[in-house]
């Protein structure tokens, strides 16, 4: 009888927005399943409208398994008064998953800069033996990977929804290029003279808006 391995795609989504978790999801078929994933014609989640992931989306869930982690606005602020960096809030999010999934072999999108020591990082902290293949862009280049991205856009995406209808408003994509976004933040810190929960408050974006509503009310008394 053929020993099958289990194949696992790591990949977050969310590491920059202002607004909202950041996501990190893990996929895994077994191996003998890699080329009906390889035959659907995925690509990285960014390269996608959000109609076409959430199409993608419906169908891997309907072939592949995964576990998710989600690290809260207050979660990546907190790094800030720790020893903690981001990458190694996210190396402990894919090894929680992976723990769970208990791969034989992970393709991870290094999220560090190198991405070898992202990969020993994951390796030497999850406590079994384990196959990894760290890389930058992954999500470009192995079809697992590509569907782990996808599904933790598409639950990232569902996530800001519900902020925007927990605030009762619109509060865009959650990254700082979004105009939705910033108008939103902007306005929320004029009237209530803080940033809302939702938001990262550790964010160079959030300090920057703030340091502009006190500029305008500074120039408002002269």
Partial sequence: MRR??????????????????????????????????????????????????????????????????VLHPEDI?????????LNELEVNCFVSIIQTAKPH??????????????????????GFELEVVSCHEADNKYPIVMAASILAKVHRDGLVREISGKMGEDVGSGYPG?????????SYYKKHKKMPDCARKSWKTTSAI???????RLFEFD
């Avoid at 072999?105 to 999850?126: I, M, Q, S």
């Avoid at 979004?178 to 902007?186: A, G, K, N």
């Fill in 105 to 126: 072999l992970a393709y991870l999108d290094a999220c560090d800069v190198n991405a070898e020591r992202f990969g020993r990082n994951v390796r030497r902290k999850v």
């Fill in 178 to 186: 979004d105009p939705v976004t910033i108008e939103f933040l902007r």
């Fill in 4 to 69: 099958t391995r289990k194949v696992m795609g790591v990949d977050e989504a969310g590491r920059g927005p202002v607004i909202g978790p950041l996501v990190v999801c893990g996929a895994h078929v077994d191996q003998l399943a890699l080329p009906e994933i390889e035959s659907m014609g995925l690509k990285d989640s960014k390269k996608l409208t959000a109609k076409k992931r959430e199409a993608f989306a419906a169908e891997l869930n309907e072939i592949v398994k995964f576990e998710l982690a």
């Fill in 77 to 85: 602020d907190a790094r800030v008064y720790s020893v903690d960096t």
């Fill in 210 to 216: 703030i340091a502009d509503c006190l500029q305008a």
